[in-house]
């Protein structure tokens, strides 16, 4: 009975180490089921937030165009503006050469008529110079005017 006590204790313990084993290998199981639920969790996650990233470039992506398409509207509103700008500033030096002929001529005209000196030639050269002297103010607000339409022009397609 010894050797069946012996055997039966071998056996027992046998079987404990089995179960033991089995034991483990059902909590690696576990851990591996529990991993790969986490994993496939995780792996939502990755997808949610990569779909997000990607909504945020095509948000990114279409603020950068508006903002390009913004910016080059600027860009041919300030061209335009010097343009205008240019053109009334030659319009303003050629009214101020005008003026200063019209002063120069009239007072060679104050000075042929002080000494009492009727010069038919310094007339008419007073006459003409004053006559480009009112074009070249007509031209300076006809730039002015022009200049303020162009200012007025896109405020009035705006509101259409």
Known sequence: MDDISE?????????????????????????????AGQAAALEAELAEERTANAQLEERVKALKERQDTRLAKLEAEVGEQRQRLAAVDEEMQRLKQMNAELREVAGKLREAMSEEVAEPHLVNKAMLAELDALRAVRDAEAAEVAAAIGELKPLAQEET
């Not at 034991?23 to 851990?31: E, I, L, P, S, V």
Request: a neutral charge.
């Open 7 to 35: 055997l039966e204790g071998r056996i027992t313990r046998a079987l404990d180490r089995i179960r033991a084993g089995l034991d483990q290998r059902a909590a690696a199981a576990g851990d591996a089921a529990a991993d």
